[in-house]
Nanobody
Framework: QVQLVESGGGLVQPGGSLRLSCAAS????????MNWYRQAPGKQRELVAHSISDSITHYADSVKGRFTISRDNAKNMVYLQMNSLKPEDTAVYYC??????????????WGQGTQVTVSS
């Protein structure tokens, strides 16, 4: 069993910053991929940032230059530093991980989501 728990969401003014954290726990040998997605009301879930390793990352065009994904493999943690936040960044943010399990299989897991609201 693997659990992903996000934290760090909240209310912030436009131009402000937030740092989201995601902790993975359970029968994990290693984490292949860690991602952040978001879903705004009435919209489809979209990939915000993608990390295969600290040196291989990908960002949605809408957040390039403002958001940074990073990971601490020793702690099975992934972070999303969000700067210069805009009202259109308002959404529920989800952590997603593809992991190698102790059993030798691979699993795809999601966190419960954390709300980010950008408003004055």
């Amino acid at each position: 069993q693997v659990q992903l728990v996000e934290s760090g969401g909240g209310l912030v003014q436009p131009g402000g910053s937030l740092r989201l954290s995601c902790a993975a726990s359970g029968s994990i040998i290693s984490i292949y991929v860690m991602n952040w997605y978001r879903q705004a009301p009435g919209k489809q879930r979209e990939l915000v940032a993608h990390s295969i390793s600290d040196s291989i990352t990908h960002y949605a065009d809408s957040v390039k230059g403002r958001f940074t994904i990073s990971r601490d493999n020793a702690k099975n943690m992934v972070y999303l530093q969000m700067n210069s936040l805009k009202p259109e960044d308002t959404a529920v943010y989800y952590c997603n991980a593809v992991v190698r399990l102790v059993a030798g299989t691979t699993g795809d897991y999601w966190g419960q989501g954390t709300q980010v609201t950008v408003s004055s």
